[in-house]
């Protein structure tokens, strides 16, 4: 996503882009996130001209269910024709012959969940899609849409200042087999330790428009950062990397989706993998939101509203 919005002034140079997205896979990445909504379309088309020589080498992943009016979102729509018309424009700009993955991006309240996963579920029938996928999905939504169609993974936002999913969606989907994929693993750049106290954001920003990057709640949220830093600096590890590893150790089913544009952020990201965590770490980590609290929500009031909240 940051490839195409979200995070300020986008990349120049798209050849670059392509070469970060290709140095990831000859590193070890095999998954790839992009969306319709990205851009909008631009990202599809990026990651499609990134992926053409390597394409048995990953699962990508992409989703439906905005109503896009020259170039804005205006609000869901996952309505059976729509879904149907977002495969095959997803499937010619990513130049694949099948999606890996297709999540419902935000759920409809207009459209019944059961109607959403019949419709990917012919969808799969017809070649065009492996594997269906929902995403801010409640535990209730999850379950009435794999009575219907088997729900491979559910996306969210989780990290260790959004605990949100741990609740509900974490057990249920440990009880039915669904794989989870956490996006802002790292709080949105949050705990890269690159965000200043007093740092401010671009209006192109999405962070511009998060209390929690507000001033007043940065500086309230240094003492997480502080804390994940100085267990990094304990373990040989920078806090980004704690926060990944962390994640990976809630379950066995977790895979995040940390995004960057940069080759050495790839190289970091992946050494996480490699960071071991003790029980009392984990543990630890585990209770630093209720030890010291969570300045901020993790979106304005239009994006709580987008996500149900």
Do not use: C
């Amino acid at each position: 996503m940051g490839m195409s919005m979200s995070y300020g002034p986008n990349p120049g140079d798209r050849d670059d882009m392509i070469g970060v997205l290709r140095y990831a896979v000859e590193h070890g990445v095999t998954f790839i996130d992009t969306a319709e909504v990205y851009g909008p379309y631009e990202n599809e088309e990026l990651v499609g001209e990134a992926i053409a020589p390597i394409r048995d080498e990953v699962i990508v992943a992409t989703k439906f269910g905005w109503n896009i009016v020259d170039g804005k979102m205006q609000g869901t729509d996952s309505r059976p024709e729509q879904i149907r018309r977002v495969a095959d424009a997803s499937l010619k700009r990513l130049g694949v012959e099948t999606i890996d993955l297709f999540y419902q991006h935000r759920v409809d309240p207009n459209v019944p969940i059961e109607d959403v996963a019949g419709t990917v579920g012919e969808l799969v029938a017809a070649g065009k899609v492996r594997h269906f996928g929902l995403s801010e999905a409640g535990a209730s939504t999850i379950r009435r849409a794999h009575a219907v169609f088997p729900v491979t993974a559910v996306q969210s936002e989780y990290s260790l200042w959004t605990r949100d999913p741990e609740a509900e969606v974490l057990p249920t989907l440990a009880e039915l087999g669904i794989g989870f994929v956490p996006f802002s693993p790292l709080g949105k750049g949050f705990f890269t330790g690159t965000v200043s106290a007093n740092q401010t954001f671009g209006a192109d920003e999405i962070r511009a428009r998060v209390p929690r990057f507000q001033a007043e709640s940065l500086a309230a949220n240094q003492a997480l950062l502080d804390h994940v830093t100085a267990l990094g600096e304990q373990r040989e590890a920078t806090p980004g990397q704690i926060a990944l590893a962390w994640l990976l150790a809630q379950a066995p089913f977790i895979v995040t989706i940390p995004g960057t544009r940069r080759r050495e952020r790839i190289d970091e990201n992946a050494g996480a993998t490699t960071v071991r965590l003790s029980a009392d770490d984990i543990a630890d980590l585990n209770h630093l939101v209720d030890r010291l609290g969570v300045a901020g929500d993790r979106y304005n009031e239009a994006g709580m509203k987008m996500v149900g909240l």
